[in-house]
């Protein structure tokens, strides 16, 4: 592990007003008790948060389980390892023994909690704004190839092209209750798939909205392996 943090601050594009900060963000706890999963839970947060507002101002009119989807997508350990490699952040990680033997600086699980650390350490020394402009800067290229039409099709479509191209039965939907009065109801409606163990179920002020609620439910459940 090398202590020069000159290159990776230039690849980050920050440098640490107290440097320390980092030496612990790159420190595994096979290293010892001074290391950095207290920074690894503070900046899986910040990350969480900066690219979930990114893809809310991106996508408008997605709905909650594409925004989520999305962002999982982005945020995930693999990911997360992918931009820490591309960073060289193994070459400045500080291993227990046994870690550098085994080839831990390559790990994709420990760089992506030392890049999540990182982001971790920059909140602390330089501010939200700070993390944010790293976490963006760092994404730009990953939030650019976010292909908008297709996510951005409303859920029955995604769902119904999903299970086409899979060369399954397609869902069916049914109104299970309606509420209010003819100029404010409230539709409750629930979509079957058959590869789904129960249906799902949305609830809106129209009955299509219902609808795209469940289909999005439903397309979240299948696609989540």
Known sequence: ?????????????????????????????SFGAANNERLEFLGDGAVNFVIASALFQRFPEAPEGTLSRLRASLVKGETLAEIAA?????????????????????????????????????????????????ILALYEERLGRVNAERELKDPKTRLQEWLQGRRLELPRY????????????????????????????GKANSRRRAEQKAADKALAQLTAS
Do not use: W
């Open 1 to 29: 592990m090398s202590d020069d943090f000159g290159r990776l601050a230039e690849r980050l594009g920050y440098r640490f007003n107290d440097p320390e900060r980092l030496r612990v963000a790159l420190t595994h706890c």
């Open 86 to 134: 591309g960073l060289k952040l193994g070459d400045y990680l500080r291993l227990g023994s046994g870690e550098l033997k085994s080839g831990g600086f390559r790990r994709a699980s420990i760089l992506a909690d030392a890049m999540e650390a990182v982001f971790g350490a920059v909140y602390l020394d330089g501010g939200f704004e700070a993390v944010r402009g790293l």
């Open 174 to 201: 049914e109104v299970i209750d309606v509420i209010g009065a003819a100029h404010d109801q409230t539709f409750h409606v629930r979509c079957l798939v058959n590869e789904l163990p129960a249906p799902t179920e």
